[in-house]
């Protein structure tokens, strides 16, 4: 990239399971002149199995997709836009599974003129160790709602202009995402059960936007369990009252996540 960053797209997408090719998110941003211009994300059907791990780290499940255009019904569309401007992306994962979800439906590969951020901002960052988007929204204290696409895609933009240009990037109201407000962060409560460092993981909880609860009810969202404790394995149950509650409610119908201690640090980061 050289010259004055004018007319650019961010892309981001999350995938369904470990195929590159499965992806159930795309999100695109189209920035001119360090001002968001336009913001666009949607779900996709991506006609295969979701793993536990995918939906623990970006929420999304099968039945949230099972009525979403495929791939095929936005190639069309896809290759009108992602072609029109240079295309940003944080890593080699978003290019490779738009890569590989072409090859999966026999469609050529789009001709993107593709821009790795990540490998970007290594040369621009050379003193800098962390080149995680995580890390990067710390280091440049964005704000940053973690593993959604479009909120991915913003962010990726705000470190671009932030670390080449020293530029804020201007994002109008109307295209501020609601899942950005502390109103929305609060409907993810989480509940903590059995043996496991519950004041540190609660503060970690509340540092990354959840409403850290004592008791599971149907209200609940996520639910993080360690090893059972030894006065609930005396009372002859292998997981304590909290984790059978959700599972309870679970098999109801409500949309609980359980996770380990290292499934929820890891969703976490």
């Not at 479009?150 to 530029?167: I, P, Q």
């Not at 993981?201 to 409403?211: N, V, W």
Request: net charge positive; charged share 25%.
């Amino acid at each position: 990239m050289g010259g004055k960053l004018d007319k650019f797209l961010v892309l981001d997408v999350e995938t369904a399971n470990e195929a590159r090719s499965s992806i159930c998110q795309i999100g695109i941003v189209y920035v001119s002149s360090f001002e968001v211009q336009t913001k666009i994300g949607f779900f996709l059907n991506p006609e295969c199995s979701f793993s536990t791990w995918n939906t623990n780290i970006h929420g999304i499940r099968q039945s949230d997709v099972k009525n979403s255009r495929k791939f095929n019904d936005i190639y069309e569309l896809l290759s009108k836009i992602l072609t029109m401007y240079p295309v940003y992306h944080h890593g080699l994962f978003d290019r490779q599974a738009i890569d590989s979800v072409c090859e999966k439906y026999s469609r050529p590969k789009l001709t993107i003129d593709w821009h790795d951020t990540e490998q970007l901002l290594r040369t621009k960052l050379p003193s800098n160790n962390k080149f995680g988007l995580k890390d990067l929204c710390q280091h440049f204290n964005i704000e940053h709602l973690h593993h959604d696409a479009e909120e991915d895609a913003l962010a990726t933009a705000k470190v671009l202009c932030l670390s080449v240009y020293n530029k804020e990037l201007v994002v109008p109201k109307r295209l501020l995402s609601p899942n950005m407000s502390a109103e929305n962060k609060a409907e993810r409560i989480i509940v903590f059960t059995g043996d496991m460092p519950k004041k540190q993981l609660e503060s970690i909880a509340r540092e990354r936007g959840y409403e850290v609860a004592s008791s599971v009810t149907k209200k609940t969202t996520h639910l993080c369990f360690g090893k059972t404790d030894q006065r609930t394995l005396d009372s002859g149950h292998k997981k304590s009252g909290k984790h059978r509650k959700a599972e309870e409610l679970r098999r109801a119908g409500q949309q609980i996540n359980i996770l380990t201690e290292t499934q929820f640090l890891q969703l976490s980061s």
